[in-house]
């Protein structure tokens, strides 16, 4: 049956008439698959409602950061007590310390951490910082990956760049985009050519260690090594943007997983709890040329936020709160509840007759409606566009909110049910044979 969105048609034609296109981040607006954006009202746990009375299971968890699910008891308590004693105080606070900490016990690489406000100005403040302390402009990023809006990033990025072909912006100059090479994901052979052609230029290499913006991709045995290897014989600083893949691909992130250890690492989403955050930290040596310690300026008005800090505090506890005796923690735990989900569809997509690509990195799983093995962007790029359509319309109206484009990932969080799962694969039965008829 049709989802009955009316309320929320009339919602996104008045907003279109006061806010660019209607959203203000662009992949909301539904543009690549069609139709109506729900307009939403309220969320808990692993659910979302719109204003026309629709409720979803969300996998999209805010497009990451609702690890912990939708207006979570402990975070919305401390919350509603942080609230009281005021919104913002541009002076320090204990608060910060403690989120620091916090995340430095988790991510031991990040030995001083620098908080600023969105995913964005973590990656932009990194790349200044890794120019500042090399004396050198070149940057080196892989195409499908995506580290936020700024220019020098923004350049064979994914997410909504890719989802709206625009993965090189107009409005960036091209002395910045000069200094940003890009080269495929996965590619050892790529990054080898590109150090030995000018390696002494460049400052940096950023990378999605899990890459969530081109479609989930993971890297290969051995790549993120080899990177580390290169960089460090020429003096280049990885950067490991851990914006979506901190906290989900293990706990301790994709540094975690795969046993590497990066110069700098940036991330944001889960560490604010739903408000806006985001943080950029590494090595002592490095962050310590940050400015009021060092030459290297970054500053922010609301950064350090008590009440991003507070929802970034509580979920943060949440998730590295010790086990009980002889149970998987709670990265362990999604982990599983993904595996289960993923299992249950893939049996779906063999009953339809369809072949396609299931990718998971701990909480974090994607698809793609693709037969061959997807690596890159030129791979995910491949993907069949028509069929997820399909897709993603047969799962909406069953109740099942999915990112409205493939070049995006899919979030599985604590609040999850058993049940919750059990539709998921039921609808995704009714979805397959769609895609196959
Ligand atoms: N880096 C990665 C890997 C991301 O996925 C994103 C956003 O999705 C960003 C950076 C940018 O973060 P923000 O949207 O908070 O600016």
């Known amino acids: ?22 959203v203000n981040s662009p992949v909301r607006s539904f543009r690549n698959v069609g139709g109506t954006p729900p307009f939403i009202t309220k969320a808990k746990g692993s659910r979302i409602y719109d204003i026309d009375g629709n409720e ?24 509603k007590e942080a609230v009281d004693r005021g919104t913002s105080y541009g002076a320090p606070t204990l608060l910060e310390t403690e989120l620091a900490k916090l995340i430095n016990q988790i991510m031991p690489s990040m030995e001083l951490i620098r908080m600023v406000n969105s995913g964005t100005e973590a990656t932009m403040s990194a790349l200044r910082l890794a120019r500042g302390y090399t004396g050198r402009d070149k940057i080196v990023k892989f195409e499908g990956c995506y580290h936020g809006h700024h220019d020098s990033l923004l350049v064979k990025a994914g997410s909504g760049a890719a989802t709206f072909g625009v993965p090189d912006s107009p409005g960036v100059p091209s002395s910045i985009a000069n200094n940003t090479l890009t080269i495929p994901y996965n590619d050892i052979d790529a990054a080898e050519k590109i150090f030995s052609e000018v390696g002494s230029e460049i400052a940096a290499v950023i990378i999605e260690p899990v890459a969530g913006n081109m479609g989930l991709v993971l890297p290969r045995q051995g790549y993120l090594r080899k990177l580390r290897e290169i960089t460090t014989k020429y003096g280049a600083l990885l950067i490991f943007d851990e914006v979506m893949c901190g906290f989900r691909a293990a706990l301790g992130g994709a540094q975690a997983a795969y046993g590497i250890t990066p110069d700098l690492t940036c991330l944001g989403k889960i560490i604010g709890g739903g408000l806006p955050v985001g943080a950029y930290g590494g090595r002592r040596d490095i962050m310590e040329q940050i400015s009021p310690a060092g030459p290297i300026y970054q500053a922010g008005t609301l950064s350090g936020n008590p009440l991003a800090m507070t929802a970034g505090i509580a979920t943060m506890k949440i998730i590295s709160r010790e086990p009980e005796y002889k149970q998987p923690d709670y990265s362990r735990r999604l982990t599983i509840k993904t595996k289960q989900l993923t299992t249950g569809m893939e049996e779906m997509v063999k009953k339809a007759g369809l072949k396609l690509q299931f990718h998971q990195a701990g909480s974090m799983f994607g698809l793609f409606f693709n037969e061959n093995e997807v690596y890159d962007y030129a791979t995910s790029a491949q993907s069949d566009q028509e069929a997820y359509k399909i897709y993603f319309h047969s799962m909406l109206e069953q109740g099942i909110y999915l990112a409205p484009s493939q070049f995006e990932t899919a979030f599985m969080s604590g609040a999850h049910t058993e049940e919750d799962i059990q539709k998921t694969i039921v609808a995704s039965e009714v979805a397959f044979a769609k895609v196959a008829a």
């Open 1 to 22: 049956m049709a989802l009955n969105l009316e309320k929320s048609a009339a919602a996104f034609a008045e907003a279109k008439q006061y806010i660019p296109g209607g």
């Open 56 to 79: 979803y299971i969300d996998y999209i968890g805010s497009w990451g950061p609702m690890i912990v699910g939708h207006a979570n008891d402990e975070v919305v308590a401390a919350l």
